[in-house]
């Protein structure tokens, strides 16, 4: 069965630290979505991507978060400089579109990002 | 932007049917129902999805009144695996981005 692929698993840096996370989307999958899910909350998506434009990013932090799909496969998540209120999990999760019941996501794994 | 309520926790004993109502009252037209199951420190896992009346797999049941305001998802015979947090979502039509809420978080014990 396909999966979204997430890198790393985990990672813990200091505050002022750049991170990166990275998604490999299911295959044929033109929608990719990422979120931020706080312990005890609902993911809040962050981004979303068609294919290699982004559909959504109003909830983004721009004076820090930035994304990318550069070939319209897999994607990469920044934050520079990080803080102590990014600590959470960062899910990345991708459709085949954004209508209709092809609009049904699947989630990686997520990354768990600790800021110290 | 079509939002959801669910209760916040439930409880239940392994082997019995849990029923888990979600209401959406701003539904709109083209959106479907999604549910989705989440474990800790994992990601949320497709269980079931539809537009109206029922729709039954392999894991659970989804009941979907003709109004379309509220939707039950029924998983039979829980076990203590099936302790997780449950999302209900609308969406689909296009115009407006899924929005997760804060889920119910099931616990079942023996």
């Known amino acids: 069965e396909a999966e979204v692929a997430q890198s790393p698993r985990y990672k813990i840096t200091e505050k002022s630290q750049a991170v990166a996370f990275w998604c490999d989307p299911i295959s044929g999958h033109a929608t990719l979505y990422w979120y931020r899910q706080i312990l005890g909350q609902g993911p809040e998506l962050l981004v979303q991507f068609q294919d290699e434009s982004v559909v959504d990013d109003s909830q983004l932090p721009k004076d820090r978060f930035s994304a990318e799909r550069l070939k319209g496969v897999d994607s990469t998540l920044k934050i520079q400089p990080a803080e102590l209120g990014d600590s959470a999990m960062y899910l990345c999760?991708?459709?085949?579109?954004?209508?209709?019941?092809?609009?049904?996501?699947?989630f990686g794994p997520g990354t768990r990002l600790l800021v110290l | 932007l079509a939002k959801t309520t669910q209760p916040i926790s439930m409880d239940s004993y392994e082997g019995q049917e849990v029923n888990i109502t979600c209401s959406h009252n701003n539904i709109a037209t083209n959106d479907y129902i999604t549910w989705y199951q989440q474990f800790p420190s994992q990601g949320p896992r497709f269980i079931i999805q539809g537009y109206k009346t029922k729709v039954t797999n392999e894991v659970a049941s989804l009941f979907i009144p003709a109004d379309r305001k509220s939707s039950t998802l029924s998983l039979p015979r829980v076990s203590l695996s099936d302790t997780a947090v449950y999302y209900c979502l609308v969406g689909g039509s296009g115009n407006t981005p899924l929005v997760f809420g804060k889920g119910t978080r099931l616990s079942v014990i023996a």
């Open positions: 999760a991708s459709s085949l579109a954004f209508q209709g019941a092809e609009e049904t996501q699947y």
